[in-house]
C-alpha cells in the first residue's frame, strides 16, 4: 500500500532502505534518517535490519535443529525429528554426491548456508509492507520518530552485504583449503600452470602472466558470482513485490489485480527462493571440493 | 545497498552458525541416522537368519519323517517274514503232527489186524479140531496130534 504521503519513487526507495547505524558527519553515532545519510556514512557502518534478521533466522533454523538432535533417537521418528532427518539426508546425498573428500566440516556447512539462506530468501513472501509499517509505527509510537524515515529491509539475501558476506567467507574457506590441501607451492602451480601448460621452462614463463591472469579471474569469480547471483535473484523479485505493492494505491480494479499478480508471484518466487538456496550450496560444495582435490 | 561493516558481521554470524552446527546438530543426528540404519540392517540380517532357520527346520523335518516310513517300512517287512516264518514253522509242525498221528494209526490197525490174525488163527484151529473131530467122530487129542495141528496152523 502506497502511503498518500509519498510519491511512488519514494515509496520505493523507502523499501530499498537499510536500517542504518553509524557516525553521522557531525561526528554523532546513531541510524541513517534517508538513504543519502546512509551512504555518506561509508564502511564503517551496518546494517541493522540485515544484521537483526539474519541472526534472528539463523538461531530459529538453529534452534529447532538443534532441539531435535538432542531427542534425536534411532526409533521410529515423529513430527520435528522426520522434517529435520528428511532435510539433513537431503543434505548429507548432496554433499556425498559433489565432495569427494574427507572433511567433518563440509556437510554441516552446507545444512547450515542451505536452510540459512531459504529462511532468509522466504522472508521475501512477507507482505512487504508489514514488518517495515509495523516497523514505522512502532518508532513513531515509542520514539516519536518520523516513520518515513524508519527504515526496514526485511530480507538479508537482498542486502549484497550478506550474500557477499557469505560467499567471502566461502571463498575464505576455499583459499585456506586449497593452501593446506595442495600447500602453497602447489595452490600456486595450480594458478600458474594452467590452463597452457609446456614442458620446457622457456614456455612455462611465458605461460605464467596469461595462466595467473585466466586462473585469478576464474578463481575471483567464484565469490563475486555466488553473491550476486543470490542478491540479484532475491532483490529482482523484491522489487517486483514492491511495483506489485504499488497498484494497491491505485482504484479497485488495480488493488484486486495487484493481489492477484501477488500471488501469483508469490507461488513463483517459492520456486526461485528454493532454487538459490540449492544453488548457493551445492556451488558452495563443489567449490571446496576442487579446492580439496588434486590436477 | 552500501558496502559496510554489515558484510563482516555476516561472515562472523556464518562462520559462529556453522561451528554451532557442527558441533551441536550434525553429529546427534548422523549418529542417529547410523544407528537406525544398523538396526535396520540387523533386523533384515535376523529375518533372513529366520527364513534360512526355518528352511533348515523343514529339511530337517522332511529327513526325520522320509527316516520314519523307512523304519515303518523295514518294521512292515520283518513282520511279514516274522509271519510268513510262523505260518511255514506252524504248516510244518502240523504236517509232523499229522504224520506222527497217520503212523500211529497205522501201528494200531497193524497191531489190531495181527492180533485179530492171531484170534482167528486159533479159532480156526479150534474149527479145524471140532470139524475134523466131529468127521473122524472121535475126539483128537491135542497130545496125539499135536504135530498136525501145528502143520495146520502154519499154514494157514
Known amino acids: 500500500m502506497a502511503d498518500d504521503s509519498l510519491t511512488q519513487a519514494e515509496y520505493i526507495r523507502h523499501h530499498l532502505t537499510n536500517m542504518t547505524f553509524g557516525q553521522h558527519p557531525d561526528g554523532s553515532w546513531g541510524l541513517a534518517h534517508s538513504s543519502a545519510e546512509a551512504a555518506q556514512m561509508g564502511f564503517m557502518a551496518i546494517h541493522v535490519d540485515t544484521m537483526f534478521w539474519s541472526v534472528l533466522l539463523g538461531a530459529v533454523f538453529l534452534f529447532f535443529f538443534h532441539r531435535a ?52 530468501n522466504l522472508m521475501d513472501l512477507v507482505p512487504v509492507d508489514w514488518i517495515p509499517h509495523f516497523t514505522g509505527w512502532m518508532a513513531s509510537l ?16 537482498t542486502d549484497p552485504n550478506a550474500t557477499f558476506g557469505l560467499s567471502l567467507a566461502v571463498f575464505a574457506l576455499v583459499i585456506f583449503y586449497s593452501i593446506r590441501m595442495k600447500g602453497p607451492a602447489g595452490f600456486a602451480a595450480e594458478l600458474t600452470m594452467h590452463p597452457f601448460e609446456a614442458n620446457n621452462v622457456v614456455l612455462k614463463i611465458i605461460f605464467l602472466p596469461i595462466n595467473l591472469f585466466l586462473e585469478g579471474v576464474s578463481l575471483l569469480a567464484k565469490p563475486v558470482s555466488l553473491a550476486l547471483r543470490l542478491f540479484g ?60 582435490s588434486h590436477h | 545497498m552500501n558496502i559496510n561493516l554489515t558484510l563482516i558481521g555476516q561472515s562472523i554470524t556464518f562462520a559462529v552458525f556453522v561451528w554451532f552446527c557442527m558441533k551441536f546438530v550434525w553429529p546427534p543426528i548422523m549418529q542417529a541416522l547410523e544407528e537406525r540404519k544398523q538396526k535396520i540392517a540387523d ?101 496125539d496130534h499135536n504135530a498136525m495141528l501145528e502143520k495146520l496152523s502154519a499154514s494157514l
Not at chain 1, 102 to 108: T, Y
Not at chain 1, 246 to 268: D, E, K, R, T
Open chain 1, 233 to 292: 535473484n532475491l532483490y529482482a523479485g523484491e522489487m517486483i513485490f514492491i511495483l506489485i505493492a504499488l497498484m494497491y494505491g491505485g482504484n479497485f480494479i488495480l488493488a484486486l489485480f495487484g493481489g492477484v499478480l501477488q500471488w501469483a508471484w508469490a507461488v513463483f518466487h517459492v520456486l526461485i527462493v528454493l532454487l538459490q538456496a540449492f544453488i548457493f550450496m551445492t556451488l558452495t560444495i563443489v567449490y571446496l571440493d576442487m579446492a580439496h
Open chain 2, 43 to 143: 533386523g533384515l540380517a535376523a529375518a533372513e537368519r529366520g527364513v534360512k532357520d526355518q528352511e533348515l527346520a523343514q529339511a530337517k523335518a522332511v529327513e526325520t519323517l522320509q527316516e520314519a516310513k523307512e523304519q515303518a517300512r523295514t518294521i512292515i517287512t520283518q513282520a511279514e517274514r516274522r509271519h510268513a516264518e510262523i505260518v511255514e514253522q506252524a504248516k510244518d509242525d502240523a504236517k509232523e503232527e499229522a504224520a506222527r498221528i497217520v503212523a500211529a494209526a497205522h501201528a494200531e490197525v497193524e497191531q489190531e489186524a495181527s492180533r485179530v490174525r492171531e484170534e482167528l488163527r486159533g479159532k480156526v484151529v479150534d474149527l479145524a479140531l471140532v470139524a475134523s473131530s466131529k468127521i473122524l467122530e472121535r475126539e483128537v487129542s491135542v497130545e
Open chain 1, 69 to 120: 538432535a538432542r531427542s534425536m533417537s534411532a526409533d521410529t521418528p515423529s513430527g520435528l525429528q522426520n522434517f529435520v532427518e528428511w532435510i539433513v539426508e537431503f543434505i548429507d546425498t548432496s554433499v556425498r554426491g559433489s565432495f569427494t573428500a574427507k572433511n567433518d566440516m563440509v556437510a554441516p556447512m552446507a545444512l547450515t548456508l542451505f536452510v540459512w539462506i531459504l529462511l532468509m
Open chain 1, 142 to 157: 515509542l520514539f516519536d520518530a518520523d516513520p518515513h524515515h524508519v527504515y526496514m529491509k526485511v530480507v538479508p539475501t
